[in-house]
């Protein structure tokens, strides 16, 4: 699955992770967008009633719920 595919917790399983897609790429930024993180999204991973954005700096921030990131996608 790709994170594109990914509009609410359900489209995941538990455990499940979504990838980027072939020619995209995401970055992460608060959502009140003060600040981008560090690196791009390396996938999403469900986990319970959350979805784990991991970024390729070993980051991982919650995209969903109470103070969640927002991805923002790239095109490359």
């Given at each position: 699955m790709f994170i594109?595919?990914?509009r609410q917790i359900e489209d995941l399983a538990e455990g499940e992770t979504a990838t980027p897609e072939p020619d995209m790429g995401y970055e992460l930024r608060t959502a009140n967008g003060?600040?981008?993180e560090r690196g791009t999204v390396e996938h999403l991973v469900r986990?319970?009633?959350m979805i784990i954005a991991r970024t390729t700096a070993g980051e991982?921030?919650?995209?969903v719920g109470r103070n969640a990131?927002?991805?923002?996608?790239?095109?490359?």
């Open positions: 594109g595919d990914v003060d600040r981008f986990r319970g009633d991982e921030f919650a995209v990131h927002v991805w923002v996608p790239l095109s490359f």
